[in-house]
């Protein structure tokens, strides 16, 4: 255990002969106002060397000393009983006391050290330590960290969450997966019986069952935590969830349209408000938020480009600006100059509204918006892509995977593998602020590929 430490006085007033400091030796010490005196305090504390003795004076008053000293106290009584944080902590107040530094305050010490309310206390629950890492995501796009919170609340937290982190084992993970089976059970059950399904605990809005997919997300959540107890905030010695085994993960293929299915798709929506918009998706592989967010300042139409700056993406009924998926999703988008000439008049046709609209247009330099300047919601634009799908007579696919449809049309276009992999945002690469003349060249001639291969297929 780390000692509770003393104080005393010092002189630095020096031996004539020697040289050096009297230090408690001066005849002088007891004296109130001899100048040469100051407090010292004492203490053995843990640090990753070994137990050292930390001594630090110069002092003018013995509360002063005393002052400091319980500071060192109360920031070594936040590692409780984990020797890796007391020395932790030991090393931090070494540092920060030398030369006559000054020490946080303890609230500030747990924060930098990353430790938590009560490191090292059995009474830091799982719940507790769920919520100080959520809150610390704050470069987590909002997108991830919304399903990270809404993981924790439906699946994590009910079991989890009351249970002191440094007892949370194997068997606790497993529990997690075993409570998502027995909903998964009764959620099929009540449906045979044609009643409403049983689910003590359930906090979602709608009872829905739990595939093996969601369920590897479930399991990613956690892993990603307990990494994290583990490795950066060394609060529990392994990570228990390498216990749980899940089946694989099996998706679907991606549903695709083929170039005449994409060219029977565009021609019956080319009238539609969103036409354009589902045109540089299908065509160029645009995500949905970044379709709805392309602005006016990031497009060179003489160029032939949109870039993707700033999406718009929605989490449940809430609409907010993001930021691109990647490093490689901020990129331009090269367009064919049929779909330039369509952008151009498009432009044309935005001004005119916004003239009409007057007072009422929200500036929002939005390439694709309502009548008043607002932008599409990303719901909609996704359920407006289905309806028109349905009254074209193609396949109804999901809208990302006009997206899949893009890239099958690169393909089938013979585009070169590396502009398919830019032209999607896959690639990781370096972003320049311009591309050379060359690479320029071999986008454009990339979409005007895929617009002939789509052009030229049958009705």
Request: a positive charge; proline letters at 5%; hydrophobic letters at 40%.
């Amino acid at each position: 255990m780390t000692s509770q430490g003393t104080t005393y006085k010092r002189c630095s007033c020096k031996d004539p002969v020697t040289g050096k400091q009297l230090g408690q030796r001066c005849p002088e010490l007891t004296k109130r106002h001899h100048s040469p005196n100051s407090w010292t305090y004492d203490i053995w504390i843990d640090t990753s060397t070994g137990r050292q003795e930390l001594r630090r004076g110069g002092h003018a008053r013995e509360s002063d000393a005393k002052k400091v000293l319980d500071q060192v106290r109360e920031l070594i009584a936040l590692a409780r009983d984990d020797i890796q944080a007391r020395r932790r902590i030991g090393d931090f107040i070494w540092e920060k006391t030398k030369r006559g530094g000054e020490l946080p305050p303890a609230d500030d010490v747990r924060r930098r050290l990353g430790l938590g309310r009560d490191l090292g206390s059995p009474e830091e629950t799982c719940g507790d330590a769920w919520r100080a890492w959520l809150a610390g995501k704050r470069r987590a796009r909002a997108s991830y960290a919304r399903n990270l919170a809404l993981i924790g609340d439906h699946w994590l937290l009910p079991v989890l969450g009351d249970i002191p982190l440094v007892r949370v084992g194997g068997e606790q993970c497993a529990a997690v997966f075993e409570r998502i089976e027995r909903f998964n059970e009764e959620i099929a059950a009540a449906a045979v019986e044609e009643r409403d399904p049983v689910l003590p605990g359930d906090v979602r809005r709608q009872p829905k069952y739990v595939g093996i997919a969601q369920q590897h997300r479930v399991f990613s959540a956690l892993r990603a935590f307990m990494n994290h107890q583990w490795k950066r905030a060394h609060k529990i010695p392994f990570s228990p969830v390498y216990a749980v085994e899940l089946p694989p993960e099996e998706r679907d293929e991606a549903q695709r349209w083929s170039a005449a299915e994409a060219r029977k798709f565009l021609a019956a929506t080319a009238g539609d408000p969103l036409g354009l918009l589902y045109r540089i998706v299908v065509l160029r592989g645009a995500r949905r938020g970044e379709a709805v967010g392309f602005r006016w300042a990031g497009t060179d139409l003489d160029a032939g480009y949109l870039t993707v700056q700033r999406p718009i993406l929605q989490f449940g009924g809430k609409v907010a600006e993001g930021r691109p998926k990647s490093g490689a999703s901020a990129r331009k988008i090269w367009l064919d100059a049929a779909t330039v000439a369509l952008l151009k008049a498009h432009r044309k046709a935005q001004i005119a509204a916004r003239l009409r609209a007057s007072s009422a247009w929200q500036e929002n330099d939005l390439v694709f918006c309502r009548d008043d300047g607002s932008p599409w919601t990303p719901d909609y634009v996704t359920h407006r892509f289905r309806s028109l799908a349905k009254a074209a007579g193609v396949p109804v696919i999901k809208l990302h995977e006009g997206r899949h449809s893009a890239a099958s049309l690169q393909r089938d276009a013979e585009v070169d593998p590396e502009i398919r992999r830019k032209t999607m945002g896959h690639a990781e690469m370096a972003m320049t602020s311009h591309y050379t003349h060359v690479e320029a060249e071999a986008h454009r001639a990339a979409a005007e590929a895929v617009a002939r291969l789509v052009e030229g297929a049958g009705s």
